[in-house]
Structure formats: structure tokens, C-alpha cells
């Protein structure tokens, strides 16, 4: 089911909703959109089987919600802007919250800004400690990417993000805004999030930092390793498995 509402500063967004019961919100990564990252590969079936009711939202620039190409449109922290009024849109008080990669990202920034009330538990996945700390080398990547779309060949650092943006059909000038949005994150505000969190990532995921030097940074997190990179984990039955047994133990 896809529902539109309007966020905090007019922007129209999207989100989508499978099964009934705890909110579990989920935001999904760049270049991407809660179709290909939460329904395709069933991770948001498993979780409504397991008793979740699954909400997820299209990012501004991303899937069908709207593509604005003022930068206005992307003042710092937009995307955690328009995850707490997607949350607030739907009154939940009693919920968790995750997300992938930029969606983890973003759930951090949430976290940051001291959302109230906060998640009961938080999932962060595909995303390291140089994700949060340090995003310049990741902006400065997809910078690349953006501004030089349609030029890079197999085995161009930037070809398989390309790729990707090809098959889920991205703008890349509406993209390029969300790089203005990136805000870093020290460590002495993740030293403050004490509440759970589950950090998981692939095996093979070499691209945001270290996996265990974010969870160290985090007063109660656990940290658990699924099969896959960066492009993959996110596809795999054990990412849904690792969350439903996080969210349900």
C-alpha cells in the first residue's frame, strides 16, 4: 500500500506499509527506494510475518517521491527532517527505527537530533563508523558518480553505482542535492544513545568503515555479520533474520 503525505516543508513524500501490529519504520539507501530495498527481496514480508507492522518510506530524490531540483530543497539534515514528520504524520510513540546505509544514516541523524519520543530499539545496517563520523570520501564518491553519469565503464571505481542508479532509474541532479544534507555525527553523540542497537552488515562490505568500531562507539549495541558487500547484503534472507531475532529476543 503507498500513501503520500506532505513534509515539513512541503515536499510531497511517499511511503509504503506491509502487516499489522509493532510500527517498525525502515528507510532505505541511496540510489535506492523502499521497493528495492525492503519488498523486493522479502526482508519486509519476514518482518510482517514476524508481528511488525513495516513502514517505509521514499526519501526525498528517490522511488516516487518528489525529485525537487532547488537546492533549497536540501538544507543539512532534510532527510532526518523528513523521517521524524513521516513519524510524527503517522503519531507513532511506541515504534523502532532503522534503515540501510543512507537510511542508517539518517536514523542516526534522527537519533542525533534527539527525537521524541525515541525508538524503543535501532537497527543500523550497511553502515560503519566512517559513515557516521566522516562522511566526506563517500560524498566526494557519489559526487563522482552523479556528475559524471553515463561515462564510467566496468571496472571504473564508480561503475557499479552507476549501474544501480540505472536499474532504479534515479535523477541524478535531484541526487546531487541530497549530498548537501549530509551531516556528521561525533562520537561523543553516539556515546549517548543508550538504547539497543543492532548493528549488521555483509562479510565482504568494504565501503563505510569498520562495522565494530561503530558498534564499540554505541553504549548497547551488538554487532552481526551476514553474507554479501555493500550492494548485496542488502538482498539477503539473513539481514530480515537478523532483525526479526533482534526485534523479537
Given at each position: 500500500?503507498?500513501?503520500?503525505?506532505?513534509?515539513?516543508?512541503g515536499?510531497?513524500?511517499?511511503?509504503?506499509?506491509?502487516?499489522?501490529?509493532?510500527?517498525?519504520?525502515?528507510?532505505?539507501?541511496?540510489?535506492?527506494?523502499?521497493?528495492?530495498?525492503?519488498?523486493k527481496?522479502?526482508?519486509?514480508?519476514?518482518?510482517?510475518?514476524?508481528?511488525?507492522?513495516?513502514?517505509?518510506?521514499?526519501?526525498?530524490?528517490?522511488?516516487?517521491?518528489?525529485?525537487?531540483?532547488?537546492?533549497?530543497?536540501?538544507?543539512?539534515?532534510?532527510?532526518?527532517?523528513?523521517?521524524?514528520?513521516?513519524?510524527?504524520?503517522?503519531?507513532?510513540?511506541?515504534?523502532?527505527?532503522?534503515?540501510?546505509?543512507?537510511?542508517?544514516?539518517?536514523?542516526?541523524?534522527?537519533?542525533?537530533?534527539?527525537?521524541?519520543?525515541?525508538?524503543?530499539?535501532?537497527?543500523?545496517?550497511?553502515?560503519g563508523?566512517?559513515?557516521?563520523?566522516?562522511?566526506?570520501?563517500?560524498?566526494?564518491h557519489?559526487?563522482?558518480?552523479?556528475?559524471?553519469?553515463?561515462?564510467?565503464?566496468?571496472?571504473?571505481?564508480?561503475?557499479?553505482?552507476?549501474?544501480?542508479?540505472?536499474?532504479?532509474?534515479?535523477?541524478?541532479?535531484?541526487?546531487?542535492?541530497?549530498?548537501?544534507?549530509?551531516?556528521?555525527?561525533?562520537?561523543?553523540?553516539?556515546?549517548?544513545?543508550?538504547?539497543?542497537?543492532?548493528?549488521?552488515?555483509?562479510?565482504?562490505?568494504?565501503?563505510?568503515?569498520?562495522?565494530?568500531?561503530?558498534?564499540?562507539?554505541?553504549?548497547?549495541?551488538?554487532?552481526?555479520?551476514?553474507?554479501?558487500?555493500?550492494?548485496?547484503?542488502?538482498t539477503?534472507?539473513?539481514?530480515?533474520?537478523?532483525?526479526?531475532?533482534?526485534l523479537?529476543?
Amino acid at each position: 500500500m503507498m500513501q503520500t503525505f506532505e513534509t515539513f516543508d512541503g515536499q510531497a513524500l511517499v511511503w509504503r506499509e506491509i502487516g499489522a501490529g509493532r510500527p517498525l519504520v525502515l528507510i532505505h539507501g541511496y540510489f535506492s527506494d523502499a521497493e528495492t530495498n525492503w519488498i523486493k527481496y522479502g526482508t519486509a514480508a519476514k518482518l510482517a510475518e514476524a508481528g511488525f507492522r513495516v513502514i517505509m518510506p521514499d526519501l526525498r530524490a528517490h522511488g516516487e517521491s518528489a525529485r525537487p531540483h532547488d537546492p533549497a530543497a536540501y538544507p543539512p539534515d532534510a532527510l532526518a527532517q523528513d523521517a521524524e514528520a513521516l513519524i510524527a504524520h503517522l503519531g507513532l510513540t511506541d515504534y523502532d527505527l532503522g534503515g540501510y546505509s543512507l537510511g542508517a544514516r539518517t536514523t542516526v541523524r534522527v537519533l542525533a537530533r534527539g527525537i521524541a519520543p525515541r525508538p524503543r530499539r535501532v537497527i543500523l545496517s550497511g553502515l560503519g563508523d566512517e559513515g557516521v563520523t566522516d562522511t566526506g570520501r563517500r560524498v566526494g564518491h557519489f559526487r563522482s558518480v552523479l556528475t559524471g553519469f553515463g561515462s564510467f565503464v566496468r571496472g571504473d571505481r564508480e561503475f557499479m553505482a552507476q549501474a544501480f542508479l540505472k536499474t532504479t532509474g534515479g535523477d541524478p541532479k535531484a541526487l546531487l542535492g541530497v549530498l548537501n544534507t549530509f551531516v556528521d555525527t561525533p562520537a561523543s553523540a553516539l556515546a549517548s544513545f543508550d538504547l539497543p542497537v543492532l548493528v549488521v552488515a555483509g562479510a565482504e562490505d568494504d565501503e563505510v568503515g569498520s562495522f565494530t568500531g561503530l558498534a564499540a562507539m554505541l553504549p548497547d549495541a551488538r554487532f552481526v555479520e551476514i553474507p554479501g558487500n555493500h550492494m548485496s547484503a542488502v538482498t539477503r534472507p539473513e539481514l530480515g533474520d537478523a532483525i526479526v531475532t533482534f526485534l523479537t529476543t
